[in-house]
T-cell receptor
Framework: KAGVTQTPRYLIKTRGQQVTLSCSPI?????VSWYQQTPGQGLQFLFE???????NKGNFPGRFSGRQFSNSRSEMNVSTLELGDSALYLC??????????????FGPGTRLTVL | AQSVTQPDIHITVSEGASLELRCNYS??????LFWYVQSPGQGLQLLLK??????LVQGIKGFEAEFKRSQSSFNLRKPSVHWSDAAEYFC??????????????FGTGTQLKVEL
C-alpha cells in the first residue's frame, strides 16, 4: 500500500505570494492533518480534516487555510507569504477519524522557502 | 494543555553503545505516547507507541520504550546503536480533540550522532 504522498517536495516563493501544497493520504484513510516544522518553533499542529470538514485548527493566522476533497486528498494554502513561513510542512493521515485514537502516518513533507 | 519535554538537544554515542533518550510529558488524562524518528530532509517515521497495557513497548529497529506514569516519562532505549540510527528523534503525546480527531504535541527533538 502506498504511503502518504506530498507534492511538491520543494518550493521557493517570494514574500507576498501565495502557495498551495497537496497531500494524498494512504488509501482508506479519511483523516488528514497538517503540521509545520521550523527550527525555532519545532513541530506545530496546523489543522485536521475529516470528511471534507475542518474539525480542528491550531494557533495559526488566517493566512493558513486548507481543504479536503471527497477522495480525502487535502490541500493547504498560505496566502501573503512571510519569511517566517519558511518551513517543512508535513501531512499525516489516519485510518479512522472518530472513536479510539488512531496513529498518524506522515508524508515526506514539502520544504517551502520564502525569499 | 499537553506538553512534551526532551531535555537533551544533542546526544553522541559510539556505535555499539547503549542509548537512552529522555522524554517527559504533561497530560491530564491517560496519554497516548509516541516516538518518531526523522532523517534529514525526510518525514517522520513511527518507532513505537504506547496506548495502554504493558508499560514496556517494543518498536521497530530494535528500539523499546518504558512508560512510567509516576515520573510522567516515556524514555526510548536501544541496547546497541548502529551508525544508521543517527537522526533526530521526537517524542510526542497524542490527544483526542473535542471536535473529533487527534492531535500530536511534539517535543523539541533530540539529535543523535553516532561515532564510529
Amino acid at each position: 500500500k502506498a504511503g502518504v504522498t506530498q507534492t511538491p517536495r520543494y518550493l521557493i516563493k517570494t514574500r507576498g505570494q501565495q502557495v498551495t501544497l497537496s497531500c494524498s493520504p494512504i488509501s482508506g484513510h479519511r483523516s488528514v492533518s497538517w503540521y509545520q516544522q521550523t527550527p525555532g518553533q519545532g513541530l506545530q499542529f496546523l489543522f485536521e480534516y475529516f470528511s471534507e470538514t475542518q474539525r480542528n485548527k491550531g494557533n495559526f493566522p488566517g493566512r493558513f487555510s486548507g481543504r479536503q476533497f471527497s477522495n480525502s486528498r487535502s490541500e493547504m494554502n498560505v496566502s501573503t507569504l512571510e519569511l517566517g513561513d519558511s518551513a517543512l510542512y508535513l501531512c499525516a493521515s489516519s485510518l479512522i477519524g472518530t472513536g479510539t485514537y488512531n496513529e498518524q502516518f506522515f508524508g515526506p513533507g514539502t520544504r517551502l522557502t520564502v525569499l | 494543555a499537553q506538553s512534551v519535554t526532551q531535555p537533551d538537544i544533542h546526544i553522541t554515542v559510539s556505535e555499539g553503545a547503549s542509548l537512552e533518550l529522555r522524554c517527559n510529558y504533561s497530560y491530564g488524562a491517560t496519554p497516548y505516547l509516541f516516538w518518531y524518528v526523522q532523517s534529514p530532509g525526510q518525514g517522520l517515521q513511527l518507532l513505537l507507541k504506547y496506548f495502554s497495557g504493558d508499560t514496556l513497548v517494543q518498536g521497530i529497529k530494535g528500539f523499546e520504550a518504558e512508560f512510567k506514569r509516576s515520573q510522567s516519562s516515556f524514555n526510548l532505549r536501544k541496547p546497541s546503536v548502529h551508525w544508521s540510527d543517527a537522526a533526530e528523534y521526537f517524542c510526542a503525546v497524542g490527544a483526542r480533540l473535542t471536535g473529533g480527531g487527534n492531535k500530536l504535541t511534539f517535543g523539541t527533538g533530540t539529535q543523535l550522532k553516532v561515532e564510529l
